[in-house]
């Protein structure tokens, strides 16, 4: 019912920043909280940022990205965004865009409250 398409991920020095798009299709997604995931080799799925479906517009981050990284949303255009600052090579992974599952009430980093996911960006930090 929901497809999204990330994009704007490649290879950037340490230092650096990028601009990840998640663009959706098939219906929109203005009621429900977005938020970027990623995963690098072997490692588990992790919690980068999450962006509520308010008017405010709350936002939340992973420890390890805050201060660095900014999640936001164009609603008009069915589109979230992270701007990632200040990169360094612990950014490697490849990042995926997630749709918050209707009606969770959990915790927001866990994968099991989303029901969309992108097919995920490689991001590449070379030091």
């Known amino acids: 019912q929901v497809q999204l398409a990330e994009s704007g991920g490649g290879l950037v020095q340490a230092g650096g920043s990028l601009r990840l798009s998640c663009t959706v299709s098939?219906?929109?997604?203005?009621?429900?909280?977005m938020a970027w995931f990623r995963q690098a080799p072997g490692k588990e799925r992790q919690f980068v940022a999450r962006?509520?479906?308010?008017?405010?517009?709350?936002?939340y981050y992973g420890d390890s990205v805050k201060g660095r990284f900014t999640i936001s949303r164009d609603n008009a255009k069915n589109t979230v965004y992270l701007q990632m600052n200040s990169l360094n090579p612990e950014d490697t992974a490849v990042y995926y865009c997630?749709?918050?599952?209707?009606?969770?009430?959990?915790?927001?980093?866990?994968?099991?409250?989303?029901?969309?996911w992108g097919q995920g960006t490689q991001v590449t930090v070379s030091s």
């Open positions: 997630a749709a918050q599952r209707p009606g969770y009430s959990g915790f927001y980093h866990y994968t099991a409250g989303y029901d969309y």
């Open positions: 098939g219906r929109t997604v203005s009621n429900r909280a």
């Open positions: 962006i509520s479906s308010t008017s405010a517009e709350f936002t």
